[in-house]
């Protein structure tokens, strides 16, 4: 894609990489699964070292052996093979450490005593316990002018415990060395949007309101809570997934032509954008925002519980687990044109694509009665498979069909245009980048900052309003009312791809 897609050599990616939280979900399940698959495409180079931190009670030839467990288990079977594996927990050490005392981290520094590498610390724990970590690092000398570090999301509950958050890292580490993760901007598909946007002339010079009539964006989850219920209820739909995800995406669609690929210009224009996203206001809450909580139905054949229903549910719970929004980019490139946001859990199928609607042609000489097809529209999708399809329309086929339109794609589907390629996992990719010290795919404190902005104010309006969600059936595309919203600009939801 850039400078940045270059094999990176030994001497830019060879780290030490301190992983705190190395026994919880996200390390187990995803981090050891691509630093595995990164090893094994002779990305990890031979210095680089390994060391996992928890609170467990465990020597390294047992925490090697529960990551060789969670490897058996994530990898692929045709993807593992005994002498990567061998190698990779080769590197791993493990520190216990209780990460509130800074007692402890003594060990951490003796770990790093002598090395030439850069640290990269990760944070794979709650962000309540980000300033504990980061400053028992720094007392206890373990840190240097070269540590950079990652923090995942969510980054706070609202702009105030995302300043108070920031505010300790920042106290710590300065932003270039602050690693902010969204991995939908590590997925293959998302990259692809970038070049697809600005290295053909052809979109290049239709991506604005004179070409574009509107813009969806869909992140349907099957799941429900997935026993999550004390997180999920103190955050809802609209921070878990709208706040950063979406308005991400929204961001990589809707920004101007960065001056080039460095990480501040690419980021300076996804700062413009969320500066110019209409605020709901007035009757625009109820008219252009719904939200929704899901009741009892069926998913994948079974039935399952509504989300009062959960295991230690609060039966007098508002929080939605659905939003759909119609919002407006008021700028020159975007003024008038709609761009409709979906998310939920318990949606029929597990998706997340942005569909951009081409306006049609103003003058249709074609059969008036299919004139609603005479529409150009790119399908970018990012799960279940990656692809990218730009619907065009053609004729018929057949002696007796005369100039009956039919719509077909263009379609890019990665898996078969690439066979012999496998897609890389979002965080390979992520991880790959923190190594070589390259920030262009993670998120800027200020861009955290304006996106919780206009999450705080649309929050308030609910309250302020007592908007309660509306209810749908689990195995639903939401509320009827999400459909109403985009029907009454005689429009609607593109579920076929």
């Not at 719970?317 to 939003?323: Q, R, Y």
Request: charged share 25%; with cysteine.
């Amino acid at each position: 894609m850039s400078q940045h897609s270059a094999m990176p050599s030994v001497t830019d990616t060879e780290i030490d990489l301190a992983l705190f939280g190395a026994l919880g979900d996200l390390a187990l399940r995803k981090l050891f699964p691509a630093l595995y698959h990164l090893d094994r495409e002779g990305l990890l180079p031979e210095g680089t070292r390994l060391v996992g931190l928890a609170r467990q009670d465990l020597d390294g030839e047992a925490f090697r052996q529960q990551v060789a467990g969670a490897l058996q288990q994530r990898v692929k079977s045709d993807e593992q093979d005994k002498t990567s594996l061998k190698r990779f927990l080769a590197r791993l050490d493990y520190l216990k450490l209780d990460f509130s005392s800074v007692e402890g981290y003594e060990a951490v520094r003796a770990w790093r005593e002598g090395s030439p590498r850069p640290m990269v610390v990760y944070l794979s724990v709650p962000a309540r316990i980000y300033g504990d970590i980061c400053r028992n690092l720094q007392a206890s000398g373990s840190l240097d002018d070269s540590t950079r570090v990652v923090v995942e999301k969510p980054i706070g509950y609202d702009l105030a415990s995302s300043q108070e958050i920031n505010d300790v890292i920042g106290e710590v580490f300065p932003e270039s060395r602050i690693y902010r993760i969204d991995h939908y901007l590590g997925k293959e598909t998302v990259q692809n949007l970038i070049a697809l946007r600005f290295a053909n002339p052809l979109f290049g010079t239709q991506w604005n309101q004179n070409h574009i009539s509107h813009v969806e964006i869909t992140v349907a989850e099957q799941v429900g809570i997935e026993g999550r219920w004390g997180y999920f209820d103190q955050a809802g739909q609209l921070r878990d997934m709208v706040q950063n995800h979406l308005l991400q995406l929204l961001c990589l669609i809707a920004m101007d032509p960065p001056s080039n690929l460095d990480a501040d210009a690419i980021r300076d224009e996804k700062v413009k954008v969320l500066k110019a996203l209409k605020p709901f206001v007035g009757e625009a809450l109820g008219r252009d925002v719904v939200r929704g909580q899901y009741t009892a139905g069926t998913s994948q054949g079974a039935a399952v519980p509504g989300y009062l229903e959960e295991e230690g549910a609060n039966t007098d719970s508002h929080t939605e687990t659905f939003v759909a929004m119609k919002t407006e980019v008021a700028n020159w490139r975007w003024a008038g044109v709609p761009f409709y946001l979906r998310t939920g859990k318990r949606m029929p199928e597990k998706l997340s694509q942005i569909v951009i609607h081409f306006r049609q042609q103003p003058h249709y000489i074609f059969d008036p009665d299919q004139r609603s097809l005479a529409a150009n529209k790119l399908i970018i999708r990012l799960q279940p498979e990656e692809g990218i399809a730009l619907q065009v329309l053609t004729k018929d086929s057949g002696l007796d069909k005369g100039m009956r339109l039919r719509p077909g794609p263009l379609h890019l589907d990665f898996n078969n245009a690439f066979p012999k390629s496998r897609i890389p996992d979002a965080y390979e990719r992520l991880l790959l980048e923190v190594m070589k010290g390259q920030q262009y795919l993670f998120v800027r404190r200020d861009e955290v900052e304006h996106a919780w902005r206009w999450c705080d104010q649309l929050i308030a309006g609910w309250e302020a309003r007592d908007m309660p969600p509306r209810r749908y059936p689990a195995g639903s595309w939401g509320p009827v009312a999400s459909i109403a919203m985009i029907t009454q600009d005689g429009r609607s939801w593109y579920e076929d791809y």
